[in-house]
Nanobody, 121 residues
Framework: QVQLVEAGGGLVQAGGSLRLSCAAS????????MGWFRQAPGKEREFVAR???????YHSDSVKGRFTISRDNAKSTAYLQMNSLKSEDTAVYYC???????????????WGQGTQVTVSS
């Protein structure tokens, strides 16, 4: 099994930046698609970005150009660099892992506990 732990959330002013990290345990990390999702109160869980083991990425339209997903396979860690943050980015952010190249939360088998990101206006 793979265990995921997110870190790096917090309170930031609009226009600021945060970097989230996702530390993974388990020997299969390098073979998994890593993804970031977010969920605001009263809203559905939303896909943010995903990355293959070889570095190929895909970002949702809502964050493209502002957020960047990356991974360090040697450290078994995925990252989400968030720049030019907006109030509407406020949500709990979740790291997840999948064997599929997908934007659907249901295709991700492993999930972290979530980290709160709050952007003040």
């Amino acid at each position: 099994q793979v265990q995921l732990v997110e870190a790096g959330g917090g309170l930031v002013q609009a226009g600021g930046s945060l970097r989230l990290s996702c530390a993974a345990s388990g020997r299969t990390f390098g073979s998994l698609v890593m993804g970031w999702f977010r969920q605001a109160p009263g809203k559905e869980r939303e896909f943010v970005a995903r990355i293959k083991w070889n570095g190929v990425t895909y970002h949702s339209d809502s964050v493209k150009g502002r957020f960047t997903i990356s991974r360090d396979n040697a450290k078994s860690t995925a990252y989400l660099q968030m720049n030019s943050l907006k109030s509407e980015d406020t949500a709990v952010y979740y790291c997840a892992a999948s064997i599929s190249w997908s934007s659907a939360a249901g295709d991700y088998t492993y999930w972290g506990q979530g980290t709160q990101v709050t952007v003040s206006s």
